[in-house]
């Protein structure tokens, strides 16, 4: 806990006069955010071309990943935390994450919908373009 | 908070609440409004992510993703724009410590792995519209092109940002207002990181499965 009344500055530290008397806890959390980082890509990229895998479930795991990362990007390299000095920074994240929840699953919902309750298309529509059309 | 408790709490020595203490200070309502940016930015990806999940099977009889993608590719640019974000953390590091040397060449460290990451996707971009992937081919290659391609925006945007601070580290210094601004710039750069990691799970990697 911290006196400092304000809330902290997205991406910035705390308390600048300490960052500027310690060198390394800054590159030490740059550092641990980027291993983990390059290990949560490596994973994706393997489990999307390994067939050890239960393949069914990969796309979910990939998802999951992202996930993971997008995490590791907000803590490590945004400084986004749950302190107390940085609530607004974080009510201002959850909202975004709620309208990009609402807007992909949102549209993907509606389109799947459409798609179910369309009536077939007559036999003409469904020709590849780039066929010339049977005499 | 029940007021009785916090008039109790009050002491003379005890730190000013932020009503008392006055309008926060500017790095800190600068870096909170671009922030909401930020944000909202991910919202319109957003948007792009929904299009081109819809049609990414509308593809009109024309190529699919798994016969365009080249997945070393993918891997080589993902690499570079990771890096890019950690080289630019490093560079927010010297530039916190007035660290002039540093800030230079952590700064031409991210310029040339976010140059090279776009050189990469223009070739990828190229290749694919002269074998006739192009994006009027296709509603799923025009879904491509606009959320890869704003992406793509986005980092020749960032790297022409950091050139112009670079020109306003070397004339001005580390002046407030520059230190502002490359606070934003370190936001915005480590934000298009977490669009790409999105980005190579649902079009590159996701989009190659049967």
Redesign the interface.
């Known amino acids: 806990m911290t006196?400092?009344?304000?809330?902290?500055?997205?991406?910035?530290?705390s308390i600048?006069a300490k960052?500027?008397a310690g060198t390394s806890p800054?590159?030490l959390i740059?550092?641990t955010?980027?291993l983990l980082?390059?290990a949560l890509?490596a994973t994706?990229?393997w489990a999307?071309?390994t067939t050890r895998l239960w393949a069914p479930g990969?796309?979910l795991g990939?998802?999951v990943?992202?996930i993971a990362?997008?995490g590791i990007?907000?803590v490590f390299?945004?400084h986004i935390t749950t302190g107390s000095d940085n609530t607004?920074?974080v009510l201002?994240?959850a909202?975004?994450v709620l309208?990009?929840l609402l807007?992909?699953s949102?549209?993907?919902w509606i389109?799947t919908n459409l798609n179910d309750n369309m009536m077939p298309p007559p036999p003409t529509m469904i020709m590849?373009?780039?066929?010339p059309m049977r005499p | 908070m029940n007021v009785a408790v916090a008039a109790y709490d009050i002491e003379p020595d005890a730190?000013?609440?932020?009503n008392?203490?006055g309008p926060?200070?500017k790095?800190?309502v600068?870096?909170?409004g671009?922030?909401?940016f930020l944000?909202?930015d991910?919202?319109m990806f957003?948007?792009l992510?929904?299009?081109y999940?819809?049609l990414v099977s509308a593809t009109?009889?024309?190529l699919a993703g798994v016969q365009l993608f080249n997945?070393r590719s993918v891997?080589i640019e993902?690499?570079c724009l990771?890096?890019s974000?950690?080289t630019s953390?490093?560079m927010?590091?010297a530039v916190?410590?007035r660290h002039r040397a540093g800030t230079y060449l952590f700064a031409a460290l991210t310029f040339a792995l976010g140059a090279t990451f776009l050189t990469l996707e223009i070739r990828e971009f190229a290749g694919m519209i002269a074998i006739g992937a192009s994006p009027q081919r296709s509603a799923f290659l025009s879904a491509f092109f606009a959320l890869v391609g704003c992406h793509g925006l986005h980092v020749a945007a960032g790297l022409i940002w950091l050139a112009v601070m670079m020109a306003q580290v070397a004339t001005k210094g580390f002046r407030a207002n520059v230190e502002r601004r490359l606070?934003c710039f370190?936001?915005f750069w480590?934000?298009l990181?977490?669009i790409w990691?999105?980005l190579?799970?649902?079009v590159y990697?996701?989009g190659?499965?049967p």
């Open positions: 006196n400092m009344p304000y809330d902290r500055a997205p991406g910035g530290t600048p960052a500027e800054g590159l740059y550092t955010g980027l980082a390059v890509t994706s990229f999307a071309n990969v796309p990939l998802v990943l992202a990362q997008m990007h907000l390299f945004l607004n920074n201002a994240l909202f975004g309208i990009v807007v992909v949102g549209s993907l389109m590849p373009m780039d066929m | 730190a000013p609440t932020a008392e203490a926060a200070p790095r800190i600068v870096a909170y671009f922030w909401i944000l909202s991910i919202v957003s948007a992510f929904a299009a999940a819809v009109a009889g024309g997945q891997a993902t690499a990771l890096a974000s950690y953390g490093l927010s590091l916190n410590k606070l370190a936001l480590h934000a990181d977490i990691v999105w190579f799970t649902v990697l996701l190659v499965r």
